[in-house]
């Protein structure tokens, strides 16, 4: 009969050291998470005198309400939805093919061109650069300024050609070209429908770039109406304003039960963090399990 194998004394030492870091990596992750949700809907006075440290004190829903209330912040959501969505299928556009014509081995000068875009991770023309390039191609002020120049990542290609070369049976290649198959027809119709975990691993790597992404926007853009949530969030957070044009402007009056107009902006500031933050949480758990084995297969045969 098979008892199993008897651990050894450095095996238990070890397993209890594992327990104890993934246990503390978890207080890491879950502490900021659970005060941010307290405070965004606890008295800002309990917040700034230290009295609420984990659980809610004083519960009231007016971060929220004056949230919800603020057009800017319905407008700096859908910006960065539809810079979010565009961004992330342009990325997926670019990366993806060129992702595939280097793992392929007949193609020619694949390493020339590898070289060439590694170059780029560590060499860059710099943000002046960059920016009168935009400014000459007229995308100033434009979605286009926010897309555009960070189509694609050479760390991502890397990636996605890894699990091309690892993932993708050159027997099954040469097999479709026997048959007639064009390689046009051949990526679309074979290669990309096998390669779900690497798309579900760079369009997650994409979105959450996108969807946080707020310097481009602070560089490019001149219109508030054109603004991401990000950089919506950024004033609130390093400004500490709220929608300081038009009707979006926060009616301090209305919130009569606070003191002052900080602690209004403290308030405010966690509940825009939990409402910034709401999409990436719900999307994420769908997408774990496509995350998880993407990044395990591309890591391995590198």
């Given at each position: 009969m098979?008892h199993?194998?008897?651990e050894?004394?450095?095996?238990?030492?070890?397993?209890?050291?594992?327990?104890?870091?993934?246990?503390?990596?978890?207080?890491i992750?879950f502490?900021?998470l659970?005060?941010?949700?307290?405070?965004?809907i606890?008295d800002?006075?309990a917040?700034?005198?230290g009295e609420?440290?984990?659980?809610?004190?004083?519960i009231?829903?007016?971060?929220?309400?004056?949230v919800?209330?603020?057009?800017?912040?319905?407008?700096?959501?859908?910006?960065?939805?539809?810079?979010t969505?565009?961004g992330?299928?342009i990325?997926?556009?670019?990366t993806?093919?060129?992702?595939?014509a280097?793992s392929?081995?007949d193609?020619?000068g694949?390493?020339?061109?590898?070289?060439?875009?590694?170059?780029?991770m560590f060499f860059?023309?710099?943000?002046?650069?960059?920016?009168?390039?935009v400014?000459e191609l007229?995308?100033?002020?434009?979605?286009?300024?926010?897309?555009?120049?960070?189509?694609?990542?050479i760390w991502?290609?890397?990636?996605s050609r890894t699990f091309f070369?690892s993932s993708?049976?050159k027997e099954l290649q040469?097999?479709?070209q026997?048959?007639?198959?064009?390689?046009?027809?051949?990526?679309?119709r074979?290669?990309?429908p096998?390669?779900l975990p690497i798309?579900?691993?760079m369009a997650?790597?994409?979105g959450?770039g996108n969807w946080?992404?707020?310097?481009?926007a602070?560089?490019?853009?001149?219109?508030?109406?054109?603004?991401p949530?990000?950089?919506?969030?950024?004033?609130?957070l390093?400004l500490?304003e709220?929608?300081?044009q038009?009707?979006?402007a926060?009616?301090?009056?209305?919130?009569?039960?606070m003191?002052?107009?900080a602690?209004?902006?403290?308030?405010?500031?966690?509940a825009?963090?939990?409402?910034a933050?709401i999409p990436?949480?719900?999307?994420y758990?769908?997408?774990?399990?496509y995350?998880?084995?993407?990044v395990m297969?591309g890591?391995?045969?590198g």
């Amino acid at each position: 009969m098979f008892h199993g194998i008897k651990e050894s004394r450095g095996d238990k030492l070890f397993l209890a050291c594992n327990y104890l870091y993934v246990f503390l990596a978890f207080l890491i992750v879950f502490y900021p998470l659970v005060y941010m949700i307290s405070a965004s809907i606890s008295d800002p006075k309990a917040v700034a005198s230290g009295e609420m440290w984990l659980w809610p004190k004083g519960i009231t829903l007016e971060g929220y309400k004056m949230v919800f209330k603020n057009t800017n912040i319905w407008i700096g959501y859908e910006n960065t939805i539809i810079y979010t969505v565009v961004g992330t299928a342009i990325n997926l556009f670019v990366t993806l093919p060129a992702a595939y014509a280097l793992s392929r081995r007949d193609f020619v000068g694949r390493n020339f061109f590898m070289g060439m875009f590694m170059v780029t991770m560590f060499f860059s023309g710099g943000l002046i650069p960059t920016y009168l390039l935009v400014k000459e191609l007229g995308m100033m002020n434009s979605m286009w300024a926010i897309v555009l120049p960070s189509a694609a990542s050479i760390w991502n290609i890397i990636v996605s050609r890894t699990f091309f070369q690892s993932s993708i049976p050159k027997e099954l290649q040469e097999a479709a070209q026997i048959d007639g198959c064009s390689n046009m027809r051949l990526f679309f119709r074979i290669i990309l429908p096998l390669s779900l975990p690497i798309i579900a691993v760079m369009a997650l790597f994409y979105g959450v770039g996108n969807w946080n992404s707020y310097f481009s926007a602070l560089i490019y853009l001149n219109e508030a109406g054109k603004y991401p949530l990000q950089l919506v969030l950024r004033q609130i957070l390093v400004l500490q304003e709220m929608g300081a044009q038009g009707g979006g402007a926060i009616d301090i009056s209305s919130a009569t039960a606070m003191n002052s107009k900080a602690e209004i902006a403290a308030l405010v500031k966690y509940a825009v963090i939990i409402v910034a933050t709401i999409p990436v949480i719900v999307i994420y758990p769908f997408l774990q399990r496509y995350f998880v084995q993407g990044v395990m297969i591309g890591s391995v045969k590198g």
